[in-house]
């Protein structure tokens, strides 16, 4: 069940009089609205219409009321008095009274199956006016509260009055009333569902054993999602149970329904037992018993896999009030749009419907296109840093709203299906982003073959982007492409200024370039070990070798004796990993050291240049990583300008391994160069497109610009 937010004004009360011998309900206060149809008007009616406090006077109304002959009240005062003789003699005057604009608003939102509504009031009383503002509804607000009870008995109305401190003429002012308003309206309905988890008195609930009180003396069982209870042995079935049966019985992820016989917060307390249906039913077979609960509630519950759609849905009358009120109203309630089911209902004004005491006829509007373009507007945003995660969850949540009104009909479905295939196409490209920038590149590749699929039915949507997607999946595997995609993570990690994560790929791209290193050279050697559960065996894949990159010492000393003996990798390990049966390259620098004797014992010129290059840059970089793992084992927090403040304050340590640190703002440009550098293998059109500071930033680049252009052609459509 969703809820009615709507503004009121003096239109939207109306009291009838006779005039001539015909009777007609006129609003207090008509307001004018564009396009009024006034040719159907008799001349009697349209000065009706045009001049109701005229005819209010000739009739009696205004005496009636109990105002003087010569007073023409304005709208607070006419309805002060009409509230008091309403509430006298209601049986008389609730045939006199009609609510024409916002009694159509509320059947409409009965048809939608919402019935209760949060009507906004003014009551404008200041030291200037200590009476209040003429045009004040909160009686007019009572009156009509009155009158539903009786017209619209299932409908609830739900008074929300204006502080008296705003003026209503001022938009800033209102703006942030009804973001206000808003606001509390999630928070409440959090602490509603909040409540709502918490399991009540006598609830039957379904959970998941836990674990054992330590003296197995009962279960501990969590249902809802967190929310953990006991079940005390005595409770879990009629026959007594041992203690020491009890972890025979019941295994720690079993499934089971409870009831709840004490909802106390700190003492919430469960009972099997009172579900069985012959004593010992539960010890014989839980899981049964589990499972025949689980039909019957499903059997006898009407709302079971039943999606509860209405929930979530806003409905909004923006007429009424102020311009400020219908505009700050209106606009607020667009930008709230991820409550995913937004509608606003527009009571259509026909003048002569009015007289007779019909309620209004309503269209419904969604404002789609607009909210649409705040909803890409905000994407190119988050997009322009890089943000995918959030770029999908803007998007799923449009995809869900748009599916909504292809539900509800209420705009041509055949526009708004077009809208929805685009940001389809677009959720997956984003998926596969997201999925890269996590270097999960599995899922990567699922969701470009998945796009792929899509082709031959939206060709001239996803033919430029699909193809080069699934080829930058494919790539992954291939070495240069890895390190390409983790140096491009570190360019964006440190332009957003978000130093911790930058520090984090920085060891992960250093690492990255020895493992390749490492593979080029040796990936098919034979002495590779993988370790699986306590035991080894013979790697048979790059992967396998980079789980561990763990060394059989026998084997390497058959196959490859002058690496396994160069000095430069004997001297830096203990005498255990030259003489065990195993040794396991377990840090950055026995990788390195490890390089440094293939490098070594390969004897080229060109490589023994190159790999000194890199060596050189990944020593600058050493301090760096190293503060990385300061800041994972100590929570220390990272910026910019605090590097700078340690590379000035930098003093050796004699018993350290770490050289002097680069400046902060040399590090892209030394990853930059090793990137480069002959021995990675980068081609030449991959260097120059994406490896610099003005370089490209790889495949996300393409998304961005893909997602960017995509959205701006089906929004100006």
């Keep these: 069940m969703g809820i009615l937010i709507a503004n009121i004004g003096t239109s939207d009360l109306a009291i009838k009089i006779n005039v001539d011998g015909q009777e007609y309900y ?18 009697q009616e349209l000065a009706i219409w045009k001049n109701p406090q005229q005819y209010f006077k000739s009739t009696g109304l205004y005496e009636e009321l109990g105002f003087p002959p010569e007073v023409i009240p304005h709208t607070r005062q006419l309805t002060e008095n009409l509230l008091q003789k309403y509430t006298d003699n209601p049986e008389t005057w609730h045939l006199r009274i009609h609510a024409p604009r916002i009694w159509g608003v509320i059947q409409q939102a009965l048809a939608l199956g919402i019935n209760q509504g949060y009507i906004f009031v003014s ?76 399991p009540q008195l006598h609830e039957i609930i379904a959970g998941k054993v836990v674990s054992f009180d330590a003296q197995n003396q009962g279960l501990f069982v969590e249902v809802n999602g ?69 039909q019957e509630i499903q059997a006898n519950s009407e709302l079971i896999n039943q999606p509860q759609l209405d929930e979530e849905m806003i409905l909004i009358s923006i007429k009424g009030g102020t311009p400020q009120m219908r505009t700050a109203l209106q606009l607020q309630g667009i930008s709230v749009s991820a409550v995913k089911k937004l509608l606003f209902v527009n009571p259509q004004l026909s003048i002569s419907t009015v007289f007779q005491g019909i309620p209004s006829n309503c269209e419904l509007e969604s404002y789609w296109r607009y909210i649409r373009t705040q909803k890409y507007q905000t994407i190119k945003i988050l997009l322009e840093r890089w943000d995918f995660d959030g770029a999908v969850q803007i998007l799923g949540n449009w995809q869900d709203y748009l599916n909504f009104l292809i539900k509800t009909g209420v705009v041509g479905k055949e526009d708004v299906k077009k809208s929805s295939d685009v940001s389809k196409l677009v959720l997956q490209v984003l998926d596969f982003a997201r999925a890269c920038f996590n270097l999960d590149f599995q899922t990567a590749k699922q969701l470009a073959q998945a796009g792929i699929d899509t082709l031959t039915t939206y060709p001239e949507l996803s033919k430029d982007i699909f193809p080069k997607l699934q080829e930058t999946a494919d790539k992954y595997g291939i070495y240069q492409h890895r390190l390409l995609s983790i140096y491009t993570q570190n360019r964006i990690y440190w332009h957003l200024d978000q130093i911790s994560s930058f520090l984090a790929h920085l060891s992960s791209f250093c690492e990255e370039i020895l493992h390749g290193l490492i593979l080029k050279w040796e990936g098919k050697a034979n002495y590779w070990l993988v370790k699986l559960g306590r035991k080894y065996r013979k790697a048979t894949s790059e992967a396998e070798i980079k789980s561990g990159f763990i060394i059989d010492v026998q084997q390497i ?55 000194g290059q890199i060596i050189n840059g990944l020593q600058q970089l050493d301090f760096w990583i190293d503060q990385r793992n300061k800041l994972i084992h100590t929570a220390t927090g990272f910026s910019k300008s605090f590097m700078v403040d340690l590379y000035r304050e930098y003093s050796p340590d004699e018993n350290s391994r770490i050289s002097k640190p680069c400046h902060p703002h040399e590090i892209l440009d030394i990853m930059a160069a090793i990137t480069k550098n002959k021995l990675v293998d980068l081609k030449t059109i991959y260097r120059n497109k994406f490896v610099g500071n003005e370089a490209e930033y790889y495949i996300y680049t393409l998304v961005n610009n893909w997602v960017v252009n995509t959205l701006v052609t089906d929004g100006m459509k």
């Design 123 to 198: 009551d404008q009383k200041s030291p200037k006016i200590p009476k209040g503002h003429p045009k004040d509804t909160l009686f007019l607000y009572e009156i009509l509260k009155m009158w539903f009870q009786d017209k619209q008995p299932d409908f609830q109305l739900i008074k929300e009055v204006i502080p008296l401190e705003l003026k209503l003429n001022i938009p800033d002012d209102l703006f942030q009333y009804y973001y206000e308003f808003f606001s509390q309206l999630n928070f409440n309905k959090e602490k509603k569902e909040q409540k709502q988890r918490y």
């Design 557 to 611: 000393k058959i196959s490859n004796q002058q690496v396994w003996d160069h000095d430069s990798l004997q001297r830096q390990f203990d005498s255990k990993f030259a003489t065990g049966k195993i040794a396991s390259l377990n840090n950055r620098f026995t990788k390195r050291y490890f390089v440094q004797a293939l490098v070594n014992y390969r004897n080229n010129p060109q490589e023994i240049e190159a790999w």
């Design 226 to 294: 967190g929310v953990q209870g006991f079940v005390n042995i005595n409770n879990i079935s009629e026959p007594a149970i041992n203690p020491d049966d009890l972890k025979t019985l019941f295994k720690v992820g079993d499934l089971i329904w409870v009831k709840v016989i004490n909802s106390e917060v700190e003492r919430l307390r469960f009972s099997t037992k009172e579900l069985e249906e012959t004593p010992g039913e539960i010890i014989q077979n839980h899981q049964a018993v589990y499972h025949r609960i689980n």
């Design 26 to 43: 006129v609003p207090i206060d008509p307001l004018a609205e564009p396009n009024q149809d006034i040719n159907e008007l008799t001349p």
